[in-house]
Structures are given as C-alpha cells and as structure tokens.
C-alpha cells in the first residue's frame, strides 16, 4: 500500500517477546515480472484469502491495475492477473470497501481525473469491473484509506497535485460514499498521504509530503470524526520531499517522520515528542540519488525500526540499520543497483517464516521484485510460554487471553493493512473478533511492563 505506518513493526515482532540473533542478510533478487510496463506502485493484501500475502500494482506504462497470487505461502508469484484498466495509472490502494470481510483495490487516472474501485466479487480475486469513486480530483496522485471517524468502515483519502488540495470520501458502510469533502486546500502541492494518531489522542491524524512552500506537514483529528484541524508544519526547506513514512524511529511510543527528498538526495528523519511537535532534521543518508521513496520496519528482528530507501538516479535500493533504537543508523547497505527509473519499495512477510521481506517495483525496467529476508532467529519466547495464553487459535467468534490479565492496560487487534480494527481493555473473558473482516489478526496486548505481539488466524 503505499502501505505507511509503524504499526508494521507488529508484524516483524509477531510471536516474539525476546529474540537472540545470529545475523542478518538479504537472498538474491527474486524477479516476479518484468512485463509490469511502467511499474509505479505496490501494496500487498490477502487478495484470495488463503492466508498469505498477495501482490498488488499499479503500472503507468501499460494502463494496468494487477494482483499477484502468493501460490504458496512462500514467495511463490503466479504471473500478472489483470483487475482493470486505467489510463496513466501510477498509485493503488487495497482495503475492504464494502465491509464483507475481502480486500478490495482502489485506483487513479492521472490524465482522466478518476478514481475508482474494483469489488472483490468472491473473496478470491475475482474482481468487478471499475465502480467510480469521484472525478472531482485533479491529478489524483496518492490514494490511502483508514476509518478515520471511527464508524467501523474504511474512508478514502486522495491527494490532488494540481489543485494543492487533500479530499476525503467517508464510507457509508457498504461501498457507497457520502459527498467528497475538501479537507486541505491551499499552500502545499501534497504528494504521499499517511494516517497515523500522531498526537496520541487515540485516533487517526493526517500527514502529507509536499511540493512546494511548505515540504511535509501534519492535521489534527479534531473530533475523531474526520473534522480536521489547521497546518502543523513539520519540515520547511526548499527541496521537494517526494515521499513519507510515520513510524516509532527512536522507540519511545510515537509516530515519527521518515523523508524522502529527491533534490538532494536525502532520506532524513524528525522525531515527535508525543504531541506532535517534531524535531529538528536527523539525516539517515545523502547518498540516495534523487530519493523516491521510503519505508520502516524491523528488518533484523532486533525490536526497533530500521529504514529502507528507493532512489530513481541511481537505481538503488538501500537499507540502513537502527543501530541503538533511538535512531542513529548505520550506513547503507545496498540490496540492488538494478532498480531502474522511479522505484517504490515496502516491506512485508511474504513467505511467512516471521521477518520482513522487500519488495520493490521499478518504472524503467517494468520490474516487479523481491528480497528474502534470510535473519536466523533463535531463542523465540512466545506468548504462551510466558505469562499469557491467547486461544483458541485459529478463531472463529471469540478470542480469550488466559493467564495474568489483570496486568493487561489495552489490547489493540490490527488487520494484515497494518490497520487498527479494534481497541480494549480486555475487562471481559474474551475479545469478540466475529465482525473483523481479516483472515489475519495481529493482536498487540499491552501490560505494565511490556507489548506483547501474537498472530492469530481467523476462520
């Protein structure tokens, strides 16, 4: 998904309260497509809802919107399926739109002015053909969707490079749209979107990347209903921050700022004291030649969040280690020199073994791509052997915590988007997880002494 928020360091900590480890490397270069003509974006989703992690792209060159079955489990692809076609497509999303219980793909046409939507008709991606969202949006550039008032269905959120607005479309529940609202207008060219409670008053905020006057700023979730606050500037510099990403950096509970910046090469980073007041610029590299984009996650399984990079002159992809958790990194470590043109790159489990993989799409060479992340983990402690028990599992209704629980402050549950579908505090004898239309569940249970991660299949 242009997929952008910390809470992927769940899924690189699932099933891992302590973790030894015996090192860190990236396999070969694992080639999905190259018939991906144009590729510009990538997001991953249970698509067939098999339990693993599909592939989904957006390619400019060919005007295609296209899935990729997980064949295995284990990063096997099947070649291309086509969702739909849209004319000069560069960004795709993926949420359950229609709330019953499969993912569902978004997309934009830079030069028709839509954006649209395609059911998953089956469950198994078989999808419909285009369902339009809005022509309202000038150059639609970014599309991310989350529940951001809190009614239990996921909204849309669209970026227009022309008009220097952000717009939102809030889901009646079923598919069906109330009238796009304008939320943002005015001094920024917003270019990448991120949904993150960047204040920590329990919902979602909004944050953009721009293009000019202003390069990246945050907007308050006044209500929690959608109603957005004024401009909170966070970085003001000349140069075009061409993407962004919210994550913890330095590990003290927040959302903090990762920047790509094309002009000079950039990847930087701006802590958030909690509130959402942001630090001065801490720079991660200059080395990434007009730098396109920019990711977090735990790549070596040591707790904290490291930071990956895509830059378009010199076709590189690069990772930078968090050397103490507070956000002081290592130099480069460069996975391809190979990734030609404009390049968007994630991270996710692909093949299930527990760490993060990359992925990578590129516009010059149409390349769909992979890395296996080869991390040995010994020493894994899990839920169950600890202090807390999470069963049955997998689940059909009802999920129970059994053990000390009178230690538990909250238990957040959050779907294979990374997204937060339910918050308790676990005063009952179980969670009812029957209405949460994931076939993965990620339950973050927080105590007084630590967040314990547990992955939890859903029949």
Same mark, same amino acid.
């Given at each position: ?16 309260? %302590? ?34 992690? @599909? ?11 296209? /899935? ?40 934009? %046409? ?36 989350? @529940? ?21 479309? *809030? ?66 510099? +000349? ?19 990762? +920047? ?30 007009? +730098? ?51 390049? *968007? ?9 527990? @760490? ?13 791509? /992979? ?35 009178? +230690?538990?402050? *909250? ?20 969670? @009812? ?27």
């Amino acid at each position: 998904m242009k997929i952008k928020s910390s809470i992927y360091l769940l899924f690189a900590m699932v099933l891992l309260c %302590s973790t030894l480890l015996t090192g860190q490397t990236f396999g070969p270069l694992q080639l999905i497509s190259t018939e991906a003509l144009g590729a510009r974006d990538i997001r991953v989703a249970d698509i067939d809802n098999d339990g693993d992690l @599909d592939i989904v792209t957006a390619s400019i060159g060919d005007d295609r919107i296209a /899935w990729y079955e997980n064949l295995d489990g284990n990063g096997t692809f099947s070649e291309a399926i086509l969702i739909g076609s849209l004319f000069e497509t560069i960004t795709v999303a993926v949420a359950d739109l229609d709330n019953d219980g499969d993912i569902d793909v978004l997309g934009s %046409s830079i030069v028709d002015d839509i954006v649209v939507w395609y059911e998953n008709l089956d469950g198994a991606g078989t999808f419909s053909t285009q369902r339009l969202l809005t022509t309202v949006v000038d150059f639609p550039y970014d599309i991310e969707t989350a @529940d951001i008032d809190g009614d239990g269905d996921t909204d849309v959120f669209i970026s227009s490079d022309t008009f220097a607005r952000i717009y939102l479309l *809030k889901n009646n529940g079923d598919g069906t749209f109330a009238p796009i609202e304008t939320i943002v207008e005015g001094n920024n060219v917003p270019r990448s979107l991120v949904l993150y409670d960047i204040d920590g008053d329990s919902d979602l905020d909004l944050v953009s990347s721009g293009a000019s006057a202003f390069q990246a700023a945050w907007y308050e979730n006044i209500d929690g209903q959608g109603t957005f606050g004024t401009t909170n500037i966070i970085i003001q510099q +000349a140069f075009t921050v061409q993407d962004i990403f919210v994550s913890d950096i330095d590990g003290d509970g927040d959302g903090d700022l990762l +920047a790509a910046t094309n002009a000079d090469n950039d990847v930087s980073w701006y802590a958030n004291d909690g509130s959402g007041v942001f630090g001065d610029k801490q720079t991660i590299s200059t080395n990434a030649e007009s +730098a396109f984009s920019v990711f977090a996650a735990d790549l070596d399984n040591d707790g904290d969040m490291d930071v990956l990079s895509a830059s378009s002159v010199d076709d590189k992809i690069a990772w930078y280690e968090n050397l103490d958790g507070n956000g002081a990194f290592s130099s480069e470590n460069i996975l391809t020199l190979e990734a030609d043109g404009k390049n *968007k790159v994630i991270a996710a489990d692909v093949d299930n073994d527990g @760490d993060e993989d990359v992925l990578f799409v590129s516009q010059n060479n149409n390349t769909v791509a /992979w890395f296996e992340n080869l991390t040995v983990v010994l020493g894994v402690a899990e839920i169950e052997n600890t202090f807390l028990l999470v069963y049955p599992n997998p689940v059909k209704d009802i999920v129970y915590i059994q053990g000390n629980t009178d +230690a538990i402050q *909250k238990v957040e549950i959050y779907n294979t988007l990374g997204q937060l579908v339910l918050q308790t505090n676990y005063k009952s004898i179980g969670v @009812d997880v029957s209405n949460i239309a994931s076939n993965i569940l990620y339950l973050s249970i927080y105590t007084d002494q630590e967040v314990l991660i547990k992955k939890v299949l859903k029949n």
